[in-house]
C-alpha cells in the first residue's frame, strides 16, 4: 500500500497528465512534416491524451459521468489555452475528439472492470443445503 493519502493517490495522477497535455498544448507547432499522416496522428494522440485522463478521473472519481465532465472541461480549458499560443488555435472540433477519447478510456476502464472482475466467494448460507 502506498505511503501516500488516499487523496494525494488519487489526484496525484490527475494533476500530473493534465500538466503533460498543457505543456503539449503550449508547443507553439507540433508539424512533423508528415502531410495527412500529421493530422490523423494528432488527432488520434488528442483521442489518447483525452482516454488516458479520464481514465484517471474515474480512478479520483469513482463516477463515470462525472469523470467524462471533468475531462469535457479540461478539453474546453486546453482549447482556451490554446487561443493565447502562437502558431495554435483552439478547435470545437478538438474538443469534440478529446471527448470522443475521453468515452472510449472510460468504456475500456468500465468494460475491463466486468471482465475482469473476481467473481463474488460463494455465501456460507450456500454450503449449508
Not at 17 to 25: G, R
Not at 97 to 107: C, E, N, R
Amino acid at each position: 500500500m502506498s505511503r501516500l493519502p488516499r487523496a494525494l493517490n488519487l489526484w496525484l495522477p490527475v494533476v500530473a497528465w493534465a500538466a503533460v497535455i498543457f505543456a503539449l498544448s503550449s508547443i507553439p507547432s507540433l508539424s512533423s512534416g508528415l502531410g495527412t499522416w500529421d493530422l490523423v496522428l494528432r488527432k488520434l494522440a488528442h483521442g489518447a491524451e483525452y482516454a488516458l485522463l479520464a481514465a484517471l478521473l474515474l480512478r479520483a472519481l469513482a463516477r463515470p459521468w462525472l469523470a467524462f465532465l471533468f475531462a469535457l472541461a479540461y478539453a474546453v480549458s486546453d482549447e482556451f489555452h490554446q487561443h493565447f499560443v502562437r502558431g495554435r488555435v483552439g478547435a470545437p472540433r478538438d474538443v469534440a475528439i478529446d471527448a470522443a477519447g475521453a468515452l472510449i478510456g472510460l468504456a475500456a476502464c468500465v468494460y475491463g472492470r466486468r471482465l475482469f472482475a473476481r467473481p463474488a466467494p460463494p455465501s456460507p448460507a450456500a454450503h449449508d443445503e
